[in-house]
């Protein structure tokens, strides 16, 4: 069953590259006692992730961060490497560019995608969420194949 308004996130965990190579980041103190803007792709440098999704948030990321957010997390489902090579090839510097690796986060939220007909495996559907202290306060889930309400510019206009 698939994570809803309201709900906690899961106890989890997904990686980030630090100053010093890959860094494990506990997801319940992450989101502690702050307001972070999650959204996740299927995979790094695939088409609509890389053409649209990403960047967008990259462009709008003064305004996001301007409705008071404390941070903004791209989450995919790919190794850290690969995570940080796009968020460095679409300049995501300021964006928090995390890795679900084995999809494990992804899962236990519920918001997996099997995609192993195109050989990609098990993916991440495409959200964006809001959350304050761990808790979901909005979530814009896409249909699978779909790619609309958890564009930037659609988050942005219900923020």
Same mark, same amino acid.
């Given at each position: ?66 409705? =008071? &957010? ?5 989450? /995919?489902?790919?190794? #850290? ?6 968020? !460095?090839? $679409? @300049? ?17 939220? =519920? &918001? ?5 007909? /195109?050989?990609?495996? #098990? ?6 969420? !809001?959350? $304050? @202290? ?26």
């Amino acid at each position: 069953m698939a994570i809803h308004v309201g709900d906690m996130l899961p106890h989890g965990t997904f990686q980030i590259m630090g100053e010093e190579g890959p860094e494990t980041i506990d997801v319940t103190e992450f989101f502690s006692d702050k307001t972070v803007l999650m959204f996740a792709v299927p995979g790094a440098f695939t088409p609509t992730c890389s053409a649209s999704h990403l960047p967008g948030y990259v462009v709008h990321y003064d305004a996001l961060k301007a409705k =008071g &957010l404390d941070d903004i997390v791209c989450l /995919a489902v790919n190794d #850290i490497f690969v995570v940080n090579a796009w968020g !460095l090839a $679409n @300049n995501a510097e300021h964006l928090t560019m995390a890795s679900d690796g084995l999809a494990e986060f992804t899962c236990s939220m =519920g &918001l997996e995608l099997d995609i192993s007909a /195109a050989k990609m495996g #098990i993916r991440s559907r495409r959200y964006a969420m !809001l959350v $304050n @202290n761990g808790i979901v306060q909005e979530l814009w889930l896409d249909e699978p194949g779909e790619y609309k309400v958890s564009s930037a510019e659609y988050v942005l206009s219900q923020l």
